[in-house]
């Protein structure tokens, strides 16, 4: 199966897809509170907020090839959030990078599936991250290495929002919009929650937009889970020349299952075995 597209015409059918779209975010949160249950430890609440935007990367936005992972011109994802992995893996499971059986061997020993992604054990897996506040540095390093292969993919880094307190995440974007790099988008999962508290609480991150705004990079703001405002975002971030452009999406954490939608208490916890026959029966069923 290739996932690679014509940069002219790949969003010519954008609403249209939307439909196909759907049911593809429903399967991969069964799969997110299905592994993690199995595992017995993970990071649903997390995970769950960044499906629809994962969904829209993978099946629509990015150029990528799941026969070919390490394809020198497909399109680059960082994962910076990196206790956001069971998202990342459903996803790449269901494109057809591994088998899908393979999401229940989460965190087990000797699994290709570790509790944060690994470029040197998961198949589409483009970079290893977990330490917070790195990701945006390493994803700026792979949009210049495009700019001097002179290669057209693009690089696409997903953060947390407890994990732009981080200052490194600050000197990143200035030298992202130093150097122009437009070939970088980043999208910001703005579930306003993490492990302590309400990130507001933590340590206030608003006025988010004015602030990357004020560093020089284009703002985008949209509901992180309706799937037309995430692909009209990335159209529009494709066609920005000369600074990097940010997607704010603003979500919930635990999206999709009652009990987990705006909780702390799943933020890093696995779902008890009543928790996940509930969370599948809200789902729809087991897969």
Known sequence: MLLAFD???????????????????????????KMIHAARSGHPGGSLSTVEVLTALYYKVMRHDPENPTWPDRDRFVLSKGHGAPALYATLAM???????????????????????SMNKTPGVDM???????GLSI??????????DRKDYRVYC??????????????AAMAAAHYKVDNLCAILDRNQLQIDGPT???????PIYSKFKAFGW??????????KEILLAFKEASRIHGKPTIIIANTVKGKGVSFMEGSL?????????????????ELGGDI
């Open 7 to 33: 940069r002219n015409d790949y969003w010519s059918d954008l609403e249209s897809s939307i439909p196909t779209l759907t049911p593809i975010t429903v399967e991969a949160r069964r799969w997110i509170v």
């Open 95 to 117: 494109c057809g990078y591994f088998e899908t059986e393979e999401l229940m061997t989460l965190r087990q020993l000797g699994s290709r599936l570790q509790g944060h992604p």
């Open 128 to 134: 290893s991250t977990g330490s917070l506040g790195q």
């Open 139 to 148: 994803a700026i390093g792979m949009a210049l290495g495009a700019r001097l």
């Open 158 to 171: 997903m953060l947390g929002d407890g994990e732009i307190q981080e200052g490194q995440i600050w000197e």
């Open 200 to 206: 507001e609480n933590i340590m206030s991150l608003s």
């Open 218 to 227: 284009h703002v985008i703001e949209i509901n992180g889970h309706d799937l």
């Open 265 to 281: 208490k799943f933020h890093g916890k696995a779902p008890s075995d009543e928790e996940l026959k509930q969370a599948l029966d």
